[in-house]
């Protein structure tokens, strides 16, 4: 093992996978001469705190652009099911890494200063194992959208749930509830932080009944009795998932 292995302990890890149902080889697409994987990674260069950032990916021709752009790329297994295995996978062989943040390939516009309050939360909260983002929502539309997934949180910041459908649910609706300081509801920003027993635990936890049923895979480690945190950022950063996200990534680049 190189003896810089056994140095790191705040690691930012970025999955990056070929395979998307809704956007096919999203992280090659270009956008201002840089690929969707360089945008992020360039975003991730400003985390502070982190003193490395890896590519885990188990494509050689993601990984060749990796090392185009001067990226540390680290092969993982294809059969991952999903970006928590690959990170697992990715940092195994570091063993100092304390903290680690998963850092999706398709967040070009990632907050650093965000990604920095995760590692800060975990190093300084030794009884949370994971940390993560979210955003106040001040739209009933985006509120009621069940592809913006929401999260409410206890007066510490701990996670309660997580869910697709609004919560905490009005049970007489009025507007002003989406006005209040704070704010009442909250979307999840998928960025998260881990403590390395937890990371390395997770895949080997079978798939929850609330995650069934959401699909949200971070309602395992509240269905296991883990406490996340939630920071809150005024920054609502975008993800690309879709045709559409891509084309008004690319609109506000050339802006």
């Not at 400003?46 to 021709?61: G, H, M, N, P």
């Not at 080997?204 to 699909?215: A, D, F, N, S, Y």
């Amino acid at each position: 093992m190189s003896p810089l292995r056994s140095h790191f302990r705040r690691i930012l890890v970025i999955p990056a996978r070929r395979r998307s149902t809704r956007l096919p080889d999203k992280m090659l697409l270009r956008a201002a001469g840089k690929t969707v994987l360089q945008h992020t990674y360039e975003a991730a260069l400003k985390v502070k705190r982190a003193e490395l950032i890896l590519i885990a990916t188990d494509d050689e021709e993601i990984a060749a652009e990796c090392r185009r752009f001067g990226a540390q790329a680290v092969m993982t297994s294809p059969d991952c099911p999903s970006g928590t295995d690959r990170v697992a996978e990715a940092v195994a062989g570091f063993p100092a890494a304390e903290v680690i943040v998963n850092l999706q390939g398709d967040e070009p516009e990632a907050d650093a200063a965000a990604i920095d309050r995760l590692f800060e939360l975990l190093e300084a909260t030794p009884t949370a194992a994971m940390a993560t983002l979210a955003t106040p929502i001040r739209d009933r539309h985006k509120l009621e959208d069940p592809s913006c997934v929401k999260v409410t949180f206890d007066a510490v910041g701990r996670a309660l749930y997580f869910s697709r459908s609004p919560i905490p649910h009005a049970r007489e609706w009025d507007d002003s509830l989406l006005a209040t300081e704070p704010a009442t509801f909250h979307q999840h920003i998928g960025i998260y932080g881990y403590r390395r027993s937890l990371l390395m635990q997770m895949p080997k936890w079978p798939v929850g009944r609330l995650e069934q049923i959401e699909k949200l895979e971070q309602l395992r480690v509240l269905e296991n009795g883990e406490a996340i945190l939630v920071a809150v950022t005024q920054r609502a950063t975008r993800g690309i998932d879709t045709p559409e996200d891509f084309a008004d990534f690319v609109a506000r680049r050339a802006a």
